[in-house]
Structure formats: C-alpha cells, structure tokens
C-alpha cells in the first residue's frame, strides 16, 4: 500500500510539468521584426515605409505594410491634385494584391497605403521614385527583380537575424 501512494504523486507532478510545458509551447508568440526606412528626395518629398514580418521557424509568414508619402506645401494646390493622382497610382500598382489586403487613404498632406498579407503574396519595398520636370512625376518600379528595389514574398526562408541584415544591407533600420 506504501509503494502504491509513494509513485502515484510523482505521477501526477510529472503530468502536471508536461501539461505545464506544452502549454509554454502553445502559446509562445511568433517573433517579428520591424524594419523602417525614411528616404527624402531634392524636392522634399518624404516616403516613409515601415514593415513589420512575422516569421514562422525560418519563414516568412506575414507581412504588414504602411507606406506613408508626405508632400510638402508646395505641392498641396487643388489645381494640380498631386494626393489624388499619386492615391490611384499607388492603388494601380498594387492590383494584382487583393483588394481586401490593401488600403488606400489620403490626408491633407499625405498619402497612406497599408497593406498586409500572409497567403502567398509578393511585396516590393523601395519601390517609388519622384521626379520634377516642371511637373511632379511618381514613377512606381514593379519589376521584382530590378537590382534598387527589395522583394519578399510569404514563405520566403529567413532567420530572424538573416531578415535583419537583409534589410540593413537595403538602408532599413530594424529592431
């Protein structure tokens, strides 16, 4: 009878510690790393993007985006409408993302562009581009494989240090 109650505690501390541990396991959360990069051109214009990824072991599992282009007051006229026409540029050139991943707004000196995915999809970071010719121009580059801009898709395998110098390598500020 002694010998019965003296294994039946350590049976029960030692289910208690597994049920302990796979609960630590389950609910340890994801790593991510927020990267950031504010580039201003001759002009004034700001482009403000941060990017924060969720990885997964070694893959990418999610992406969120927020792209902020701020113009200064000289470009902020109603006549020439430079938020309008650079809101439906930048909404052109993320088509083929779906709709319901990408938003769009406008305030009265910016444009924000907020996109998250996590099944599949490619973004392209660094990818715009000002130029003043007598007129404002925004040229938005979508080749993934131009050399100036930086393309991660989801699954893409990094460590969260190997993530990290990437992105440093490409003028992002990461934590």
């Known amino acids: 009878m002694i010998l019965k109650k003296g294994r039946v505690f350590p049976m029960i501390l030692t289910i208690i510690l597994i049920i302990i541990i796979i609960y630590l396991f389950a609910t340890i959360k994801q790593p991510y790393v927020v990267c950031n990069k504010t580039t201003t051109n001759e ?6 993007e941060k990017i924060q ?3 997964d072991g070694n893959n990418i599992k999610k992406m969120d985006l ?16 430079y938020l309008n026409a650079m ?33 599949d999809e490619t973004l392209i970071l660094n990818n715009i581009e000002f130029t003043n010719n007598d007129k404002l121009e925004l040229k938005v580059n979508a080749n993934t494989k131009a050399k100036d801009v930086v393309t991660l898709k989801i699954k893409d395998s990094y460590s969260e240090g190997e993530f990290m110098t990437h992105m440093k390598n490409n003028g992002y500020s990461c934590n």
């Open 43 to 48: 002009s004034g214009i700001e482009v403000d």
């Open 53 to 55: 990824v969720t990885l």
């Open 66 to 81: 927020t792209k902020t282009i701020i113009l200064p007051e000289e470009y902020l006229s109603e006549e020439d409408n």
């Open 87 to 119: 809101k439906f540029i930048l909404k052109e050139s993320y088509a083929y993302l779906p709709k319901k991943t990408v938003s769009i707004s406008q305030e009265s000196d910016r444009i924000i562009a907020h996109i998250v995915v996590d099944d």
